[in-house]
């Protein structure tokens, strides 16, 4: 795993490189870490120390040591501190094609409030964190991603899937998408790939991922974006090789998704590997 990091202030991440739809991070935050921002991945984590809080679903909500953390795909939230003292978390943020491909096509799992005290999970993603690492077996991952996705099933209360609703089109529309993440790409031409008509595609495409194939889109791009970032290449290059109309459109995307400018992302890079 390879990683890149110049610490700011006190205030560091460590990442590991993504694989197989999970990427996993450790970091330490004073006051605020991230303005409002949402993504396409489940975000599911531990808070080691201190009090972590974050405005999730039109209410500020706080998670403790012992607490998991499940942020639902496309939700807005943000992060902060709850104490002077900072937080410390781990958190691995897993695609939800990786969850489907345990649960086989049913409705993604919604945790209400964001924080639960479910044990079940609590173990699944103590499990998961420890598991999921770069020079893990591929069993040993595949092992925890099927206890995660499980134990998230269970603690959801398992919702019902619309029975009109195509699995193998949003399957096939999101593997279009993946291939052309860097051009336009337009509804019709989704729909024209995967048999269905537009509009029943999209509401296919939120049950099965989570988010709309527009955001699914423009978070691969910003995928491209981070890898090329640590490459050392310059904003305005990535921007265009990533599919974004110039730089200025790849930062605001940037901020929307993760809370924080690409500079500052950079900075914050740690060298030392996700614990």
């Known amino acids: 795993m390879d990683s890149n990091t110049t610490q700011l202030q006190s205030d560091w991440i460590s990442r590991s490189e993504p694989a197989d739809g999970i990427e996993r991070i450790e970091a330490f935050f004073h006051g605020n870490a991230y303005s409002m921002h949402r993504h396409d991945t489940y975000a599911i984590g531990l808070t080691l120390a201190g009090v972590q809080c974050f405005h999730y679903r039109h209410s500020l909500r706080s998670s403790l040591p012992g607490q998991t953390m499940v942020l639902h795909p496309d939700e807005a939230h943000d992060g902060q501190a709850g104490t002077h003292e900072g937080f410390r ?3 691995i943020y897993v695609q939800p094609a990786a969850i489907q491909e345990v649960l086989g096509g049913r409705a993604l799992p919604f945790i209400e409030g964001g924080v639960t005290n479910d044990r079940r999970l609590f173990e699944a993603t103590k499990t998961a964190l420890r598991q999921m690492r770069g020079d893990s077996e591929p069993i040993e991952r595949d092992d925890a991603l099927a206890g995660l996705a499980l134990a998230l099933d269970s603690a959801s209360g398992a919702r019902p899937t619309r029975k009109s609703a ?45 988010t709309s194939p527009y955001h699914y889109l423009v978070m691969r791009r910003l995928e491209i974006a981070r890898a090329l970032m ?4 310059s904003l305005a290059d990535i921007a265009a090789a990533a599919g974004f109309a110039d730089q200025s459109h790849m930062t605001r995307h940037f901020r929307h998704a993760y809370g924080i400018p690409p500079a500052r992302w950079l900075a914050m890079m740690d060298d030392r590997r996700a614990r």
């Open 166 to 210: 195509d699995f193998a089109a949003a399957q096939q529309a999101r593997n279009y998408l993946h291939a052309s993440c860097t051009r336009a790409v337009t509804l019709d031409e989704l729909a024209a790939v995967s048999g269905r008509d537009r509009w029943s595609l999209s509401r296919d495409f939120r049950t099965f991922y989570g």
């Open 89 to 91: 978390y781990q958190m």
């Open 230 to 233: 640590l490459r050392g290449d």
